[in-house]
């Protein structure tokens, strides 16, 4: 019962938050390079800001234990880069894709059911050999663990204060943008940096692995529970993305903006490939843009890090051949 009510409250808390700041951490990505615009990055980094900050301090005050995978450089590079190659096709990201759910778009329930079979399909089924062989490659870093501060002989803390304070200090000196639909960037980071922070504790209070918001591993295991039925699949995180899409309808309904639309079938067909795609990468990179980029950035990881730098290079590279390169 914990679990249900703390998955699914973070869960819709979370698709509320994303559905009213127009929140994708694919448009995010992609804007840099095609419009040359920064705001969904920037509410991206006062969120990551955010986190850090306060799972570092509930993991010092004994709330949390964070724990942090090895440093699994292979995997993160070729997952990160096709997961980003797989949004580029999908339109949106995997928490976006769910949240989208919420406001009737008939393609994003596409992309999150490929993305439940593809994930499922890697981790547990036929391409989980491919997978497990590709995360096989991997630095020991003896009995440290594989995080930024290790690496640089660091404390956590003195990194924090290095690279995040002024990134703080940057993002809250920014001008603020244009109207825009939805909440400003400023609102949408603060909130979803909370919301990120509380997702830990709701994990630990419920009993489960101690780990912040994600939607890849939650979603392999929900379509375990569906084909086996086993209760043990229905983790704190299955409970969360189930919550996402009921947050998303929430919003939209509570602004009049929950509408049924479906793309062509020609592009119908794309989401299809994007969402399958983004299930593979995300599960050989350990993760999609949530579990890596935002959670586990969160906590110094250089299989985060790296899986991020390459998921936005296939970003951009998938925006450059299916955008760039048709417009030229």
Known sequence: MEKLLLGLGVGILFGFILQRGRFCMYTAFRDILLIKDLTLFKAY???LTIQVVLIHLFEELGWLSVSVPSFLWLSAMLGGFVFGLGMTLAGGCSSSSYYRIGEGMVGSFVVVVMFIIAAGATSGGALRPLALLLRSVQVDMGENSATVSHLLGLNSWPLILI???????WLYLSHPTPPQRGWPWKKTGVLLGLVAALAWLASAWSGDVHYGLRMTGPSAS???YLANGDLADLNWGVFEIMGVP???FLAARWNGEFHWRAPKPRRLMQQALGGA???VGAVVAGGCNIGNSLTGVGTLSL???????FL???TWSGTYLFFLRRAG
């Open 163 to 169: 690279l995040f304070i002024p990134l703080a200090v």
């Open 312 to 314: 936005v290079l296939g």
């Open 45 to 47: 980094l006062l969120a």
């Open 277 to 279: 795609i983004m299930g």
């Open 246 to 248: 009921v947050g998303g």
């Open 222 to 224: 929900l379509l375990f």
């Open 303 to 309: 299989t985060s890090l790296v899986a991020t730098i």
